[in-house]
Structures are given as C-alpha cells and as structure tokens.
C-alpha cells in the first residue's frame, strides 16, 4: 500500500495565489482595464468622467492622473499603471493620459506575443530595445525652441488646453501661462530651470473663465488685521517678519509682586512703551506694509494703523517665501535687524474682495521671480477643471523651454516613430523583431484613440496617416474636426519632446516589470500584511 504523503504547506492559511500563465493574464487584464478607462479621454474631443466619492464629493475631468488617483484603485497590477501617471505628472505635468495608454496597449500586445508562446523575458528584451531605439528617433524628429518663440510657446500652451473643460478661453489661459512661465524661469550655469511652485494658482468660484488673470506678484488669502488699515497702499515698501510683533511671555513662571496701584500702572505703561518701539522700528526702516509669520499685539496693530502701515499677520511659510521672490524683500527673523535694505517693492498692495473672501494682492513688483494666476470660473467643478488646464499648460510650456525641443501632435510623432522602430525590426533576428514590431503597432494606439474618440473610423485614419508619412510628411497627423489628414506644425499641435520621451519610457518600463512576474502571491485578510481588496484579488478564481 502506497504511503500517503501529507501535503505541505508554506504559506498562511487564507492565502491567494496566482502562478504561470494565469498571473500574467490577470495582470494583464487589470492594466488594460486602467488603460481602457481614461482612453476616453484622449485628444480634443476626448470626453470627461465624473467621480463621486464615499463622501459625495463630485470631481469632472478629463485629466488622466486626476481620474486614476480619484477612484482609489485597489488591484496591484492597476497600481503600477497609476504610478506611471504619476510620474508623468510630476516631470512633465501633461501627457498622463498618452503614457497609460501606451502601457495598456504595450501589454495587450505582448499578450498576443504570450499566446504564441514567445517567453515573457524576450519580450521584456525587446520592448526595452524598442524605447531605446524610440528615444533615438524622438530626438531626432524634434526642433528647437527658445524663449524668444513666443507665437510657438503659445501653441504649446493652447495644445494642452484643448479639449479640457476650459478651451472656450484657451488664448486668454495660453497668454498667461507663457507669461507666467518666462517669469519665474531662471538660468543657472547655462541651464534653464524652473520650479512650479514658484508660479501659484489661486482658483475662487465667479465670473467666467475668461476673466483669469495674471497678478505680476503674490496673492494672499489674508486681510488687513485692523478696520482703520489703509485698503490700499501705493509705493508699497514691505517689511517680512519671521517674528511676533507682540511681547513674549517669560519662558519660566515668573511672579511679580505689584504693591501700590501706581506700580500696576508703570508695569503696563512700561508693556505699551516695549511695543511703541517695535512699531517704531518698523515705521523707522521705511515700511508701509508689514506681513508677519506671527502675530500682532490689539496695540500694535492700533499703533500701525495710526501711521498708515498696512499689516497681516500668521501669513504662511510659502507665502512669505513668495513674497521674499517677488518683491526682493528679505525675511527678517529678529525685529532688531530691519532696516530699510531689507524692505522689499511692490507698485501696490490693495485688499480686494473676490466673491465672498477678502484677499490681499501685492502686484506691480518690478521683476517677479515668483508671480500668482487668479482662475475664475462660474462653478466650483468649472474652476477645478480650469485650474488643471493651467497646470497642464505650464508644465508643457516649461517643458519645451528646460528642453528646448518640440514636436508636433495629433498622432503625427507617434507614426514616425512606428514607421522608424518597423524599419528597425527589418535589422533584428531571431523572435526580439516580434516584440519590437509589437513595440511599433502599440504606438499606433494614440493616433486610433484620436480617431475613435472624434467618432472617425480608426482604420481609415490610420491607413491615410501611414500613406501621408510614407510620402515623407513628417509631420502628418489626424484633423479631429474633418477627418481629413493635417500637417500637424502648421496647424500649431505642438508638444514639448519630454511630454513623449517620458511616455514612451514609463509605459515601456512598467510593461516590462508587469510582463516578467510569474507568480502573484496575496495575504490573508487576517495576517499581518496589507488586506486584499474584498473578494480577494480581481480574478484570482477558478479557471
């Protein structure tokens, strides 16, 4: 009789595991289902989602990463094509959409691959082959472009407004993101750099989206602490303060023992003579507006408006940097260092009220390294939509200037470079040239979304966009309007080269990383690890 031989367990009880083939497909699945959702979304005629949270909150957008991060998804695989969202929005700030799609289709791609039993590393191989090579020809496809293009920079911007929410004044809302942009980018040993936060946007609910401006300095969500303040001062000379304007309590408990009324009465009139001086050392240094990180005494802020001071104080750390770039004003942390070189300029500083708020605007400030975009828009949604156009805008106009280098959109790039990487698999033996041919077909996915989403049919489009390059138009790409094909740079499509640079590489490096695991192992909803969603993981039953 035959032994029975006990089974063997590794893992906890309540365990899920996934292996082999079943893995990859589930994965697979679950990133294409990501890639599926915002595809949509694409282009100019791309539509929006609406995503109401456990609390009601409503968001509308069509913002790739805003969709993905909003409905909190749960799946792992779909995680990491979420996190290629992200960092598409943190380098470039635009494109997010473009790069999970890639990554969906990448992977659907190499699922055909899978099927004709192509191993999973020679696909991975290949893949990683093709982005070098699509690097190769993006960069040399791509044309200069400087400062001085202004006409240029504006199309960048007007690109990325189209199709969101805000396109009815994307001229207005290009202007003032190339204005804000050249603002505040600096160059730093021959290389230009910027930083975003130097550029603010504050949203408020009213008026149009056409009425967003540019403020040549910071806005504040403070107001003057004292109804007897000045609203406005012209020639403003502002004092920064990392310091109270009040007296500080004695850091140990202290006794003071008062015997004659008289003694009560100096006692207080010495505390009043203390901030007499403070505000003296202020008014002395030639200061007509004041921001404190801190507070100000009842007396103090008496005192300051007496003399035509105006003054706001808890002004947040970020605020008070922004000021210090705007206005050359330098922060001062004790009150016994300001002088009159530590002030800062600014044409004026007006209490203006927006909607139902009190702001404070500093404006007229010679030249501001750190400026402010006030977006206005008829109802909360319509302003949180415009407020990502801008984002959008100025992350793609700063792209182009840190790299210098743009190319055309509409589908026309992604063409070339199926074109390209095609003619490079004819070099290649052996089963990577399958890959890389996939590689080639997956970019093509950008200009059949446009198509798809305009209502055109795919097939059509694409076999005109092919027929165009391959008479040599670079440039040709997809009229969303007509169906027609258009030269994409004469009709001012442009993108920054880094929006596709870091698509491409994104999308084919988390392809790769999903393409290569083998087996999915998920923790029992009771151990000590991270819970699977409920229900285990998507797909984790029986075949």
């Given amino acids: 009789m035959a032994q029975q031989v006990q089974p063997i367990f590794i893992l906890p009880e309540g365990t899920q ?10 994965n697979i699945a679950a990133a294409k289902l990501v890639a599926e959702t915002v595809r949509t979304t694409l282009g100019p005629k791309g539509m929006d989602k609406m995503i109401v949270d456990s609390l009601g909150d409503i968001t509308i957008t069509n913002d790739g990463v805003t969709i993905l991060e909003e409905m909190q998804i749960e799946h792992p695989a779909a995680k ?30 190499a699922e055909d691959l899978l099927d004709k039993e192509v191993h999973p590393t020679v ?10 090579q699509a690097h190769e020809i993006l960069n040399n496809l791509a044309q200069p472009v400087s400062e001085k293009d202004d006409a240029v920079l504006r199309k960048i911007a007007m690109t990325a407004i189209t199709g969101k929410g805000a396109e009815s004044a994307k001229e207005k809302l290009a202007d003032i ?43 504040l969500e403070k107001e003057a602490v004292h109804p007897a303040m000045p609203r406005a001062v012209q020639s403003a000379k502002i004092a920064l303060l990392d310091c109270a304007i009040e007296l500080k309590d004695t850091e140990i408990d202290a006794k003071i023992e008062i015997t004659d009324p008289s003694q009560m009465q100096s006692f207080l009139d010495q505390e009043e003579k203390m901030l007499r001086a403070m505000v003296d050392k202020v008014t002395s240094a030639g200061a007509n507006v004041v921001f404190c990180q801190k507070g100000i005494d009842d007396l103090a802020q008496h005192l300051l408006a007496k003399k035509g001071v105006y003054a706001a104080r808890r002004v947040k750390k970020s605020d008070m940097e922004a000021l210090s770039r705007a206005t050359g004003a ?57 407020r990502r156009a801008m984002t959008d805008a100025i992350g793609d106009v700063a792209a182009a200037l840190k790299s210098g280098k743009i190319v055309a959109g509409a589908g026309a790039t992604e063409i070339e470079v199926a074109k390209g990487l095609r003619k490079f698999a004819d070099s290649l033996s052996g089963r990577e040239q399958l890959a890389v041919l996939a590689f080639a077909n997956a970019m093509e996915i950008i200009p059949r979304t446009l ?48 929006i596709k640079t870091q698509a ?32 285990g993981m998507p797909g984790m039953g029986e075949y």
Wanted: glycine share 10%; proline share 3%; with cysteine.
């Fill in 17 to 26: 595991r996934t292996q082999g083939r079943n893995a990859q497909r589930n």
């Fill in 80 to 109: 990491m094509i979420v996190e290629v969202a992200k960092t598409q929005e943190e380098e470039v700030g635009d494109g997010t959409t473009t790069a999970v799609v890639i990554a969906g289709e990448l992977l659907k791609q």
């Fill in 123 to 132: 696909i991975a191989r290949g893949y990683r082959v093709a982005s070098e």
């Fill in 177 to 219: 993101a190339v204005k804000a942009v050249k603002r505040v980018i600096e160059q730093q040993t021959g290389v230009i750099v910027f930083d975003k936060e130097h550029i603010k946007l504050e949203k408020r609910v009213g008026g149009r989206t056409e009425d967003t401006e540019l403020i040549e300095g910071v806005v």
């Fill in 330 to 386: 330098m922060i001062v942390s004790n009150l016994q260092d300001l002088s009159a070189k530590e002030l800062g300029f600014a044409g004026g500083v007006e209490e203006r009220k927006i909607g139902d708020e009190d702001l404070t605007f500093v404006v007229g400030c010679k030249n501001p390294k750190s400026v402010t975009i006030l977006v206005r828009g008829g109802t909360s949604h319509i302003v949180d939509e415009a």
């Fill in 451 to 498: 198509a798809e989403n305009a209502g055109l049919d795919p097939i059509d489009v694409l076999t005109e966009l092919k027929a165009a390059h391959d008479k040599k138009q670079t440039w040709a790409g997809v009229d969303v309007n007509t169906g027609k094909i258009m030269d994409a740079w004469k009709q001012g499509v442009l993108e920054p080269l880094k």
């Fill in 504 to 535: 491409v590489s994104s999308a084919s490096e988390v392809a790769q990383m999903i393409l290569r695991i083998d087996d999915v192992i998920a923790g029992a909803a009771n151990s000590k690890g991270p819970s699977m969603p409920p229900g």
